[in-house]
T-cell receptor
Framework: AQSVTQLDSQVPVFEEAPVELRCNYS??????LFWYVQYPNQGLQLLLK??????LVKGINGFEAEFNKSQTSFHLRKPSVHISDTAEYFC????????????FGQGTTLQVKP | EPEVTQTPSHQVTQMGQEVILRCVPI?????FYWYRQILGQKVEFLVS????????KSEIFDDQFSVERPDGSNFTLKIRSTKLEDSAMYFC?????????????FGNGTRLTVT
């Protein structure tokens, strides 16, 4: 079985500062990793995904994440945040089963202050 | 870009009533899902559906819940007799394949309030 832990429930940061949202996973099988973003009163939007290959993946809105197998982590980063990045961010994992089930972390609220 | 659409955006119902949440997945997708998010909690898997049958369901998805694809486009979640604890945001999702590398595309959700 897979599980995901997002270590920070809230991350306050000033505009134009860098940010890292942490995500650790556990799994006994190979996994695929995802970050989703949820803006206020909206659904879940795919930010980026790691399937295989390069461990550094780039997503939309200037975000990137690095897959670290030895540390079982998939932290999300952005070098300079905007007010519009204020949202809930979810890390998620899929195993190798064919049901497509996605397991989510608890979510991290990114609060960008002016 | 094609998207998953859910209706209604907000549903208020009384305890014990039946409710049907509707979703139109992306047209060429074959796998469909329902997730829910109770306020302040994580997004939880309810059920996955492929080839007109449930492929996996969670412990939450008990006999009060059912899913159906009544025609070629809609995918519905029915809660037979709602309870207060069913109040949550319900998300529908679809994916092209069921393999791990096929990402899920989510709708904007239906907020269900049971009074």
């Amino acid at each position: 079985a897979q599980s995901v832990t997002q270590l920070d429930s809230q991350v306050p940061v000033f505009e134009e500062a860098p940010v890292e949202l942490r995500c650790n996973y556990s799994s006994s099988v190979s996994v695929y990793l995802f970050w989703y973003v949820q803006y206020p009163n909206q659904g879940l939007q795919l930010l980026l995904k790691y399937l295989s290959g390069s461990t550094l993946v780039k997503g939309i809105n200037g975000f990137e994440a690095e897959f670290n197998k030895s540390q079982t982590s998939f932290h999300l980063r952005k070098p300079s945040v905007h007010i519009s990045d204020t949202a809930e961010y979810f890390c998620a994992v899929k195993g190798s089963s064919n049901t497509g089930k996605l397991i989510f972390g608890q979510g991290t609220t990114l609060q960008v202050k002016p | 870009e094609p998207e998953v659409t859910q209706t209604p955006s907000h549903q208020v119902t009384q305890m014990g009533q039946e409710v049907i949440l509707r979703c139109v997945p992306i047209s060429n997708h074959l796998y469909f899902y329902w997730y829910r998010q109770i306020l302040g909690q994580k997004v939880e898997f309810l059920v996955s559906f492929y080839n007109n049958e449930i492929s996996e369901k969670s412990e939450i998805f008990d006999d009060q819940f059912s899913v159906e694809r009544p025609d070629g486009s809609n995918f519905t979640l029915k809660i037979r007799s709602t309870k207060l604890e069913d109040s949550a945001m319900y998300f529908c999702a679809s994916s092209e394949g069921g393999q791990g590398f096929s990402p899920l595309h989510f709708g904007n959700g239906t907020r269900l309030t049971v009074t």
